[in-house]
T-cell receptor, first 112, second 107 residues
Framework: DGGITQSPKYLFRKEGQNVTLSCEQN?????MYWYRQDPGQGLRLIYY???????QKGDIAEGYSVSREKKESFPLTVTSAQKNPTAFYLC???????????FGPGTRLTVL | GQQLNQSPQSMFIQEGEDVSMNCTSS?????WLWYKQDPGEGPVLLIA?????ELTSNGRLTAQFGITRKDSFLNISASIPSDVGIYFC???????FGDGTTLTVKP
């Protein structure tokens, strides 16, 4: 079964803690992306990676960090520097940069 | 970044009615994409458009790539309750998404 998995579906953290969201794909896609979605709003790009060991900041990268050590994996760390981390986080992948993107099921992060 | 203007922001319709929504940009795109997002889930790709003027159907959905390459339209015919959700347009070439059209279908 090919696809993108994100875990966990729901995540709760205390304020001031870093938290890492998982994203794995077995579609053999080169490019991967992280988006943030707030209630009633569209998707805002946090980071993207066109190839292993390379990534670029999106529109709202402050307070987030990523790594791309393997083609299949693109974890996102929400750091304590992110002022308002509570949101729905979506990971996506595409065969090459900026082709059609396929999304995972999302992780809802709540910071208490 | 580039902005996509998607309208209407929300729609409340009766089951069986047709729906139209559109997306415009100040920039040219080479590919237009339409996604649907169910509550609490990730968006799912509905239709991809690759050529100016192209008209593509997927079941009851029909989408068009505007001739200027700066807009796209999505139509849903004979709506049903499971059409409820948020519909996003996106311009490939940059990770740019519209803010979405929220569709509510009353049985």
């Amino acid at each position: 079964d090919g696809g993108i998995t994100q875990s966990p579906k729901y995540l709760f953290r205390k304020e001031g803690q870093n938290v890492t969201l998982s994203c794995e794909q077995n579609l053999n896609h080169d490019a991967m992306y992280w988006y943030r979605q707030d209630p009633g709003q569209g998707l805002r790009l946090i980071y993207y990676s066109q190839i292993v060991n390379d990534f670029q900041k999106g529109d709202i990268a402050e307070g987030y960090s990523v790594s791309r050590e393997k083609k299949e994996s693109f974890p996102l760390t929400v750091t304590s520097a992110q002022k308002n981390p509570t949101a729905f986080y979506l990971c996506a992948s595409s065969p090459a940069a900026y082709n059609e993107q396929f999304f995972g099921p999302g992780t809802r992060l709540t910071v208490l | 970044g580039q902005q996509l203007n998607q309208s209407p922001q929300s729609m409340f319709i009766q089951e069986g009615e047709d729906v139209s929504m559109n997306c415009t940009s100040s920039s040219i795109f080479n590919t237009w994409l339409w996604y649907k997002q169910d509550p609490g889930e990730g968006p799912v790709l509905l239709i991809a458009l690759y050529k100016a003027g192209e008209l593509t159907s997927n079941g009851r959905l029909t989408a068009q790539f505007g001739i200027t390459r700066k807009d796209s339209f999505l139509n849903i015919s004979a709506s049903i309750p499971s059409d409820v959700g948020i519909y996003f347009c996106a311009g490939a070439g940059k990770s740019t998404f519209g803010d979405g059209t929220t569709l509510t279908v009353k049985p």
